[in-house]
């Protein structure tokens, strides 16, 4: 890259954005090595409650604008910037400013649906969005694609699946197949009676990547493969039957689409997010870096395996979502949310996550919820009102943790 990029991080304090910071950090470095203006130029951050580091990559990086979405720590943050030339905003009002502020490049890094209303906000101006946040798709589905497509942007994704099949997707209209392979999570290999008594602690113990703490548990149902389910049918026009799961410790190969002649192409990787983060941030040129590389022959052996509905039934959930469209993907990941926060705080067991979406579901169907998405108004309404029957769904069970 010759040219200078300016670059929006939003979520810059969580796991995607510290990566997005050092896949930053090694190109400046390198350019500034070679005698090359600087790869890229950081416009604006945003984190939710960690003033503090925000306020340090505010200082490391020089960016003009950081924004805070909980205003609670505002004073603190304010007071660790004095001196310093950066404007600073708090509230989600603020997060929305940062998106909007003219950069090339904006990282859709928040965790959840928080993160939908910001990254709108740098579709409608037309920046390039490399997307990390795939509740955010989820969740407003092909109204986002529309702001995308009205702004006059682009998506590239950073989810290593999407990240892959993008990479080796040339002949979208001579797809047979697209693969997304899933590592399977910490319970891969375990007895149902075991994950019914999973902790916190072990189902954010992802053993292949190290993720936030929403995304973790997400792996450990599989519902993170059935949100990705439904991201690569939206992104790559792909209906639901033309996607496979494939379940593929290792993790090795990030996914495969499989063509009308009996090609199949893949890509292959270490398990760093900081790999597809440089090349959806690069895109279309490809960035040097330092990541792992890959050494087949020390690996050895790459397995596979189908997945298991049966101790995972998130993913059937998520197909159910996707093949009834308008509102249900946005009701499974309101209360997929709802579920797994209640999850980490210890009010409901592993197995009630998949349930409580399961009943959420059935109940928003009853009540007539899962109707077409006009626009953007029925989204919230949708997201909130199911927001509102899982917590009475969480509020049922009795659990009382070990
Ligand atoms: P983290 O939990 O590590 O980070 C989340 C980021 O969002 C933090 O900066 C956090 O700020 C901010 N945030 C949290 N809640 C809010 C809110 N309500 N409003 C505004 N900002 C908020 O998550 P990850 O980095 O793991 O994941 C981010 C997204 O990327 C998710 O959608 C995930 O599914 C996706 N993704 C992640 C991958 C990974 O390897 N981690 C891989 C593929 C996709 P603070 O630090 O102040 O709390
Ligand atoms: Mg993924």
Known sequence: MTQTKSLTILGATGSVGLATLDVVAEANERARAAGQPKAFEVVALTAHQDWQGLAEQAKATGARFVALGDPRHGDKLRAALSGQAVEIGLGPEALIDAAALPSDVVMAAIVGAAGLAPALAAARRGAQIALANKECLVCAGAL????????????????????????????????????????????????????????PEQAVAHPNWSMGQKISVDSATLMNKG???????????????????????????????????GSVLAQLGAADMRIPIAHALAWPARLITSSPRLDLAAIGKLDFEPPDLQRFPALTLARTALAKGGSAPTILNAANEMAVQAFLDRNVGFPEIAAIVSETMEEACRLGMDAALGDLDDVYAADQASRAIAVRQIGKRNFVSA
């Open 144 to 199: 986002f694609l529309k702001a995308v497509a009205d702004g006059g942007g682009t998506i590239l994704p950073v989810d290593s699946e999407h990240n892959a099949i993008f990479q080796v997707l040339d002949r979208s209209d001579r797809v047979e197949k697209l693969i997304l392979t899933a590592s399977g999570g910490p319970f891969r290999t375990w007895t149902a009676e075991a994950i019914a008594a999973a902790t």
């Open 227 to 261: 949100l990705e389910l439904i991201e690569a049918a939206l992104l790559f026009g792909m209906p639901e039957h033309q996607i496979d799961v494939l379940v593929h410790p290792q993790s090795v190969i990030h996914s495969l689409v499989a063509y009308q002649d």
